[in-house]
């Protein structure tokens, strides 16, 4: 399994933007031919899914986060990033990148995810 570290939360105010990231522990990993996807989990609620994305580039999104969070990846760095603008208090949680090597389905379920990282805290004032 690869280790995945993400990084950028914080706490920003409403209609603030953050960028997260998410790469392999070891340089040795790659990411690149994985299926990527971000997940979070509020007080309270289940973990969802936000936003995924294919190997090849192909993402899919929650309803609530469509033209609000933007997926893409750097196969240079061999990074995950998940741009988040407009924020909303609705968007605290905590975010999870999480890695695939197959896909059952699209948009793919928590099961395919074999890999995830520890999360990074996303807290928006308002």
């Known amino acids: 399994q690869v280790q995945l570290v993400e990084s950028g939360g914080g706490l920003v105010q409403a209609g603030g933007s953050l960028r997260l990231s998410c790469a392999a522990s070891?340089?040795?990993?790659?990411?690149?031919?994985?299926?990527m996807g971000w997940y979070r989990q509020a007080p309270g609620k289940q973990r969802e899914l936000v936003a995924a994305?294919?190997?090849?580039?192909?993402?899919t999104y929650a309803d609530s986060v469509k033209g609000q969070f933007t997926i893409s990846r750097a196969y240079a760095k061999n990074t995950l990033y998940l741009q988040m603008n407009s924020l909303k208090p609705e968007d605290t949680a905590v975010y999870y990148c999480?890695?695939?090597?197959?896909?059952?389905?699209?948009?793919?379920?928590?099961?395919?995810?074999?890999?995830w990282g520890q999360g990074t805290q996303v807290t928006v004032s308002s």
């Open positions: 999480a890695a695939a090597r197959m896909i059952a389905s699209w948009p793919p379920k928590s099961t395919d995810f074999g890999s």
């Open positions: 994305i294919t190997s090849y580039g192909s993402t």
């Open positions: 070891r340089s040795a990993f790659s990411i690149n031919d994985m299926a």
